[in-house]
């Protein structure tokens, strides 16, 4: 068992590794606000695309709508990776001149085009190539070109990390999401279904061997979110009534698959059941909720939640926690559609700050447990993966370089979630934040800081030191104790001077609030007395021997 556990955490490393040496320029020109992406503001994305998985290539076309935010620039920077090819660029009718510098193009507007600020305007670009294939989606990132069980062909795209950049020209970074949406009109061999995110608009035979599926999404939507699933799927449409009214519900799994999955995937129900009840309304509505087969285990694909857990419960069968309570539940279910609140509509601005989308995920999937099975079955889940923290980097990491943190922005987050839970110590109070924060920030980008001070705000607490320790510096604080002479003797170390954290600790079984600092404070506490720290607090305990 603890094989599979740890080959999970080497299968997510890749993703998520920290930078070890300096930025490069290439960091900054992917990672950065750069001038050539500050001036204009993304509206809406028409991506026109070919896919063909005999030759495992694609084709097309990426119309943009954008509006002018600042003078002055005629550059524009739109990004597609090799060997992926930009053939054309086109804005009113005529052609335009680009600049490659690896995965960056600076697409150069002519002397005589004058943009005013506030302007809306459109530029085609026609692109084509054989996408980077990914060796082991979704962690390294790629187009994934498989055969199902029956040999029939089986294609997705998984693309967090590494970038839609990947396969289709976009801007490159998740500050700037299309306002006003996408459509994606996906062409393929009409032996198969090609699945989008968002709502079925219209399919369209273009002869006798070729189809086009319109998917249509009205949300804002992060790029790497924007997908397809090729495959021979069955369709199966179910609805839920939510907080916010009917939601459209449909399951894409393949058909050989279609009687099981019809079974499974009515835990899709429980799940948006328990995290309504935690975050509010599932915040995409109007682009309905799809589940769709997919040939690698899942991802958080908007509106389209890639999955491929091999209808088990837990992680590819396994409880992850081992505690008994991961195998309840289908893990990639339950923790993918968690990103819908946490990730895809409460956004981070830079990926430095992903803890925002992993570490709320991470803990939904605990509150998931507790809204089954009772508060102490969430907790244990939550302190189930401590096992898994490595604390070696900040789990934030360096802004405007594409700087990817570590693992620990799931499990430590996690951990740091229950730990704040605790300090506020109310849980109505608790559940209003979650909420007030998908309120706050729905289909927003955000950074740490902002979405810090809010829980701060809501809690009425000076959290600022609590935050800087589990954010940015690696390692967590130190509970030092020891008992002389009748007397608890205590105090925080590892930990800046300022901070401030109070802990729960049990006297006799008894709970009693401690409110240490850097410096030694003492407690009288009778003779023969028990001792220990709340377990959910997420600190390290050392006894000092007299």
Do not use: C
Not at 358 to 369: C, D, I, K, N, Q
Not at 395 to 419: H, R, S
Not at 469 to 491: A, C, D, G, H
Request: proline share 4%; charged share 25%; no cysteine.
């Amino acid at each position: 068992m603890r094989i599979r556990f740890v080959l999970f955490l080497s299968l997510i490393a890749p993703l998520f590794q920290a930078t070890a040496q300096s930025p490069s320029i290439t960091d900054s020109l992917r990672g950065g606000i750069t001038p050539e992406r500050a001036w204009w503001d993304l509206k809406h994305y028409t991506l026109k695309i070919h896919i063909d998985p005999e030759t495992k290539t694609i084709a097309g076309s990426n119309q943009i709508r954008f509006e002018v935010v600042s003078e002055g620039n005629r550059k524009m920077q739109i990004d597609l990776q090799e060997p992926m090819q930009i053939d054309s660029v086109h804005y009113a009718n005529k052609p335009l001149q680009f600049k490659r510098n690896q995965a960056v193009h600076y697409i150069e507007f002519p002397q005589d085009i004058q943009f005013q600020k506030n302007q809306v305007d459109t530029l085609i670009i026609y692109f084509s190539g054989t996408p980077q294939e990914a060796e082991n989606a979704p962690w390294d990132g790629g187009i994934v070109w498989q055969k199902d069980s029956l040999g029939n062909d089986f294609a997705a795209s998984a693309v967090q990390g590494i970038g839609a950049s990947i396969w289709w020209p976009t801007k490159e970074h998740n500050y700037d999401k299309p306002n006003e949406g996408v459509d994606l009109f996906y062409t393929a061999n009409k032996n198969f279904n090609v699945v989008g995110n968002g709502k079925l608009i219209s399919v369209e035979d273009l002869d006798e061997a070729q189809r086009t599926w319109h998917w249509q999404v009205k949300n804002p939507i992060s790029n790497y979110n924007i997908s397809f699933n090729l495959g021979k799927y069955a369709v199966i449409q179910d609805n839920s009534d939510g907080l916010d009214g009917k939601l459209e519900l449909n399951y894409y799994p393949l058909a050989q698959d279609k009687e099981k999955a019809k079974k499974h995937f009515a835990q899709v129900k429980d799940m948006l059941e328990a995290m309504e009840f935690w975050f509010g309304p599932y915040p995409f509505y109007v682009d309905g909720y799809k589940l769709t087969q997919a040939p690698f285990v899942g991802m958080e694909h908007q509106s389209n939640v890639a999955w491929g857990n091999g209808f088990q419960q837990g992680y590819l069968g396994n409880d992850m926690t081992q505690t008994g309570y991961g195998m309840t539940f289908d893990f990639m279910i339950v923790h993918e559609s968690i990103h819908e609140w946490f990730g895809n509509s409460l956004s981070y601005k830079d990926i430095a700050d992903m803890w925002l989308h992993e570490s709320f995920t991470t803990y939904g999937e605990a509150l998931y447990v507790e809204y089954f099975y009772g508060k102490e079955a969430g907790q244990a889940y939550t302190r189930g993966t401590r096992w898994r923290i490595q604390n070696k980097i900040p789990i934030q990491g360096k802004y405007g370089v594409g700087d990817k943190p570590g693992t620990d922005i799931y499990f430590k987050g996690a951990n740091m979630l229950l730990t704040l839970r605790q300090i506020i110590n109310d849980d109505s109070l608790w559940r209003d934040i979650l909420q007030q924060l998908q309120k706050k920030f729905r289909h927003s980008v955000v950074d740490s800081k902002t979405v810090e001070q809010e829980i701060a705000r809501l809690a009425n607490m000076d959290l600022d030191s609590f935050f800087d320790v589990y954010l940015r510096q690696s390692n967590i604080p130190t509970f030092e104790w020891m008992v002389k002479n009748n007397k608890l003797i205590y105090r925080y170390k590892e930990v800046p001077q300022n901070f401030k954290m109070p802990i729960k600790v049990l006297i006799n079984e008894e709970s009693v609030w401690l409110q240490p600092t850097t410096k030694w404070k003492k407690k009288s506490i009778g003779e023969n007395n028990s001792f220990q720290v709340d377990p959910n607090f997420y600190v390290t305990t050392q006894k000092v021997e007299k």
